[in-house]
């Protein structure tokens, strides 16, 4: 636009006079933001390489003002040096090694160590039989689809050191297919896992316009979002949560688009999943998230929902919760 207006104006001395400062304040901004941009790729993409989601060590939450039933208070949430939730496998003698993956209900983000249930499951098959030990790391991470552990699968050598994967999968793939109301979800999702595995900050999309492929700016912009968050928590002494767990009982139900398409796209995942398996040569197991959801359920039960949604291109329409 500055060297069409230089073209068109008639004293172009005069013009670049009045405008040199604005013009290179205006460059500036854009080449310290081009900088900022390769910076904040370079150092996420340098310091996650070999991590799923949390480097490596303990790390602490508080879900305490949340009131949510089932969950602990305060959560441990303990990386090893594999990049995997929970301990390191023995170093000594044989030992059967399993790996979960899956999303949020297999990261188990707000039960602590001791809690979640691959631990649980680790410690049931050791207390069930003493003649080989088993070892259970968690490789859960929430909002992952069946694209991202197919994704996950190729790129991580660690998941392929198990003799045994667990999947637990379902959920994340519905909501996909749900948000686009039926339409094919494949390419998105693969743009999504492209994106996770580069550790693209949360928000970061190629198809929703061009400030959300900046990685500075949606930085920037999650900032702003938990400072506004922190601000209002600290003056209310309130968690706001969107939609009310309460309000999700007397919200509308929405019918359901037809997900035929969706369940043809997932069986293809499912099995590509299984494929792969085989080419690792591992074993594998397929679980999927137990619902609550069906026709006639009581007021009481309803108030029970976490949330759900039907949208289109990915932006929801209607939120059925929080």
Partial sequence: MALVAVLLTRDRQRFLNRMAKPLLIFFGICISLAFGEVAVRAKIRYFNR???????????????RWHVLGVSPKVTFTVNAMGLRGPMPPQVGKVYKIITIGGSTAECIAQNDAQ??????????????????????????????????????????????????????????????????GAPTQKVLEDRAELFAEHAPNGVSHVRGLLRRSWLLVLIRNSLKNLSLM??????????????????????????????????EYAHR?????????????????????????????????????????????????????
């Fill in 50 to 64: 070999a991590v799923l989601r949390y480097s490596p060590g303990k790390h602490d939450f508080d879900f305490t």
């Fill in 231 to 264: 601000i209002f928590t600290w003056r209310s002494g309130k968690v706001p949560t969107g939609a009310s767990l309460s309000g999700r009982a007397v919200g509308p139900v929405l019918s359901l688009p037809d997900l035929r398409l969706a369940l043809e």
């Fill in 116 to 181: 979640e249930w691959p631990h649980l499951l680790m410690m049931e098959l050791n207390q069930r039989q003493n003649v080989l030990p088993v070892w259970v790391g968690n490789a859960g991470v929430s909002g992952l689809t069946t694209v991202d552990h197919a994704s996950c699968l190729r790129r991580l050598p660690v998941l392929r050191r198990a003799d045994l994967l667990i999947f637990l999968i379902g959920v994340n793939d519905l909501t996909a297919s749900l948000l686009y109301n």
């Fill in 270 to 322: 499912v099995r590509t999943l299984e494929q792969q398996c085989r080419q690792y040569h591992l074993r594998c197991v397929f679980l999927t998230q137990p619902t609550m959801w069906r026709a006639g359920l009581s007021f009481a039960e309803e108030s029970l929902f976490y949330g759900g949604a039907v949208g289109y291109r990915g932006v929801p329409r209607l939120c059925l919760g929080s």
